[in-house]
């Protein structure tokens, strides 16, 4: 069992950044992969970043690409996903989700446990 919890969204200016927080709960928290999904208004949830166990592969939805990182801390039980140059077009309810495997990491499908989401608004 792996219990999710997000921080670190607000109000942000177009061009700002901010860092966002996934602490998890669990002993196995590093045997899991990570992903990062985002739900704007009216639209679907959709993949934005996803970090395999060890940390060694990373992919990324090809919009945020060059802008977004996505890392992990092991010893923390955290993943974080810094995103830079935000665009009003970020504005979602950003979520963390862990997988077994990233198989199907673009799929909501494809992951076991989510978090509650955090809030990141853009202002153009």
């Known amino acids: 069992q792996v219990r999710l919890v997000e921080s670190g969204g607000g109000l942000v200016q177009a061009g700002g950044s901010l860092r966002l927080s996934c602490a998890a709960s669990?002993?196995?928290?590093?045997?899991?992969?990570l992903g990062w999904f985002r739900q704007a208004p009216g639209k679907e949830r959709e993949f934005v970043a996803a970090i395999t166990w060890s940390g060694s592969t990373t992919y990324y939805l090809d919009s945020v690409k060059g802008r977004f990182t996505v890392s992990r801390d092991n010893t923390k039980n955290t993943v974080y996903l810094q995103m830079n140059s935000l665009k009003p077009e970020d504005t979602a309810l950003y979520y963390c989700a862990a997988a077994g495997t990233l198989r199907e990491y673009r799929s909501l499908r494809g992951y076991d446990y989510w978090g509650q989401g955090t809030q990141v608004t853009v202002s153009s």
């Open positions: 669990g002993r196995t928290f590093s045997s899991y992969a």
